[in-house]
């Protein structure tokens, strides 16, 4: 812990101490670790707690964007942790192509089978996952999953929020404390489109290009022939101004004949916005 773990108030650092003697009290687990904010906290945590009892698995598929899986590698080398990649395809899946509503699910049901298939083979008895308090407000499929394959939410059990949870990641000297949420890139393209691996591809390409612009937070959502931008408010005068020309070349290229700004700026999921309540 930095000198900073001084400066976090007492209600999270006691959550803290309970999710690791709850981590600790597991002996030996797999750990789903992405490289996001939330997988590289519980997977910190679980290498402190465990060591080399922890096994930390990512799955890289079509719908992991490139500099993601850069990221995860480089930080599980840097942590020391034990990391065992998983290459799959949720094109596979039937259910996930199709793009119900329920897609992320079938996504999660598929991942923590093959995680289980590997904790079975080392004889390790649990699986984590990085569900945080704040997930439980939004629109998640995935956790039936998570129910119905035994997997466990640690940090959902220690009562931990997303903002507590970049401040002891801070503490602990993680890099990914502040790093902007980034969920998988089928999430861009809306509910009963099919997923393809050339829509995939689109959206990669077009958020690679705005992030070498310097949007660090963008998302393009694809609607057929229309990639439709979103950025924080505060940038959008970005898209607008010296790089319009360009964005149009660069998505016109990629395949979209349209590129079309959200006025609303980013948030996230706004793919559920349209959802029956």
Not at 8 to 29: C, D, F, H, M, P
Not at 35 to 45: E, H, I, N, P, T
Not at 154 to 161: T, V, Y
Not at 244 to 268: C, M, N, P, Q, W
Request: hydrophobic share 40%.
């Amino acid at each position: 812990m930095t000198a900073m773990w001084d400066l976090i108030a007492e209600s999270t650092r006691k959550k803290y101490l309970t999710l690791e003697n709850r981590v600790r009290s597991l002996g030996r687990v797999v750990v789903a670790f992405s490289g996001g904010v939330d997988s590289s906290f519980l997977a910190k945590v679980a290498h402190a707690a465990l060591g080399k009892q922890a096994l930390m698995v990512t799955a890289f598929s079509e719908t992991y964007a490139p500099w993601e899986r850069e990221r995860a590698l480089s930080l599980a080398e840097r942590c020391g942790f034990r990391h065992w990649v998983m290459e799959r395809s949720e094109l596979d899946v039937p259910e996930f192509v199709n793009n119900s509503k329920d897609r992320c699910y079938y996504c999660k049901l598929d991942l923590f089978k093959k995680m289980r298939q590997r904790a079975l083979a080392e004889s390790i008895p649990y699986i984590l996952e990085g569900t945080t308090t704040d997930d439980e407000r939004d629109f998640r499929p995935g956790r039936r999953a998570v129910l119905e394959c035994n997997v466990l939410s640690p940090l959902l059990e220690a009562d931990l929020s997303k903002a507590e949870i970049r401040e002891l990641s801070k503490a602990l000297g993680l890099e990914t404390w502040d790093q902007p949420s980034s969920p998988c890139l089928a999430s861009r393209i809306p509910y009963g489109e099919q997923i393809t691996r050339e829509k995939l591809k689109q959206v990669e390409s077009a958020e690679r290009y705005l992030h070498e612009l310097g949007l660090a937070v963008c998302r393009v959502r694809h609607h057929g022939t229309i990639a439709r931008i979103e950025v924080p408010p505060t940038e959008i005068a970005l898209l607008l101004g010296e790089h319009r020309l360009s964005i149009i070349e660069t998505f016109k290229g990629l395949g979209f004949h349209y590129a079309a700004v959200d006025l609303t700026g980013f948030r996230s999921g706004s793919l559920n916005e349209v959802m029956e309540k």
